[in-house]
């Protein structure tokens, strides 16, 4: 039968501003990186989507090389979009991304406005959007200069080919930079998207701070550090593990240390009711200026324990400093 949306979808959800513009986002978004590639079955993609959405994830984060292979993750979500989500446009906020490796040749990477533009073009034929939601560079270019990769961005804004701009990998400074030239162009930065969690913490070193200036949210990417954050890794490496079958969770980050951790951590999240998951996700969202985080999923179940994290207690200054303590490598 054809998909039609649980008609309380929005009945859980909690939606948050990104930054100072127009623009709410869940506060659970889902990632396409992983999982949505041609080597995982279209009928789990299909069942992560439908119910991410019934669940009021109305924010999908795609970029131009998710897959394996490249180009796959946006030409499957299209067939997605296509067959059930099409009446829904409107309610959905779809990013994608240029600046890693694409194809071949000087024009297939980095950020050049040739490179941006005709990929942005590339993901929308995949998709078989008229528009993407939020387009970002993906990564900084340290040879391109900012106005031109900046100018880019501008340009797919005023093409009508996207509404918002969004930056990811960026340090605090060139952001800062990046932002103010966006905003004499008329296209404020919407949102900078970053690795965060307990196990990564870089951005509190001053890129959360600094979007809070520009205006711009801040969306939490790998917040489950690919899923060492949660049970998947307690007991040894299941062999369906992204660690078991990827190439971008290496075993290597498994230490003996790490486990210790990573167990003192599940036992401060069994004293609060929560799963390792759970305590990884409410911990980043306790900081109000992460608009939203972008978990990844390999199955529905794991969805729904993600979406179960909300609604407990707020955190203790004593369990914030024992996280802390346990987190110091
Ligand atoms: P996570 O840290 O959420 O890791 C997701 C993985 O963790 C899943 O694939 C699954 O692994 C495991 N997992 C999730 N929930 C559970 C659970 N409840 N119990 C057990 N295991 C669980 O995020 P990702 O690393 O997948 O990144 C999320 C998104 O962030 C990406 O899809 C992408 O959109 C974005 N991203 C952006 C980057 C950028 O440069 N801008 C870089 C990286 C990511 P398993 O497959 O083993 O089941």
């Known amino acids: 039968p054809p998909y039609r949306a649980a008609d309380d979808r929005y009945g859980s959800m909690e939606y948050r501003r990104s930054g100072r513009s127009g623009v709410l986002l869940p506060t659970v978004s889902l990632g ?31 970029a131009n090389n998710y897959g394996p292979p490249y180009g796959s993750a946006e030409a499957n979500f299209g067939r997605h979009f296509a067959a059930d989500f099409r009446p829904y446009r409107d309610e959905l906020f779809i990013a994608t991304k240029a600046g890693y490796d694409m194809w071949p040749g000087p024009y297939g990477e980095w950020g050049s406005r040739k490179y941006l533009l005709s990929s942005l073009d590339q993901s929308l034929t995949r998709m078989g959007l008229e528009y993407v939601d939020v387009f970002y560079h993906h990564r900084p270019d340290p040879d391109t200069p900012l106005e031109e990769t ?27 930079e990046a932002a103010a030239i966006l ?23 001053g890129l959360l701070e600094r979007s809070d200036e520009a205006g711009a949210g801040v969306i939490a990417f790998s917040p489950l550090a690919q899923g060492l954050l949660t049970d998947r890794y307690l007991e040894g490496v299941p062999a369906d593990s992204r660690m078991a079958v990827g190439h971008f969770l290496r075993r290597e980050a498994l230490t ?5 951790m990573l167990r003192s951590l599940n036992t401060v999240a069994e004293k609060r009711g929560q799963t390792l998951a759970q305590l990884a996700l409410t911990w980043l969202l306790r900081d109000r200026r992460v608009t939203s985080v ?34 110091v490598e």
């Open 294 to 327: 972008l978990i990844g999923a390999s199955s529905v179940a794991q969805l729904e324990q993600n979406l179960a994290a909300f609604g407990g207690a707020d955190f203790t200054g004593e369990e914030l400093a024992e996280i802390d303590r346990i987190t």
């Open 183 to 205: 905003r004499d162009l008329g296209t404020p930065l919407l949102i900078n998207q970053h690795p965060y969690s307990m196990l990564e913490r870089g951005i509190e070193g």
């Open 150 to 176: 900046m100018g880019a961005l501008a340009s797919a804004v005023r093409q009508g080919k996207a509404l918002y701009a969004g930056l990811s990998n960026y340090s605090p400074e060139r952001m800062a």
């Open 32 to 62: 396409l990186w992983h999982n949505f590639g041609d080597t995982h079955p279209l009928e789990t993609q299909r069942a992560v989507l439908r119910r991410a959405f019934d669940a009021g994830i109305t924010h999908f984060d795609l």
């Open 256 to 260: 003996e240390q790490r486990l210790t």
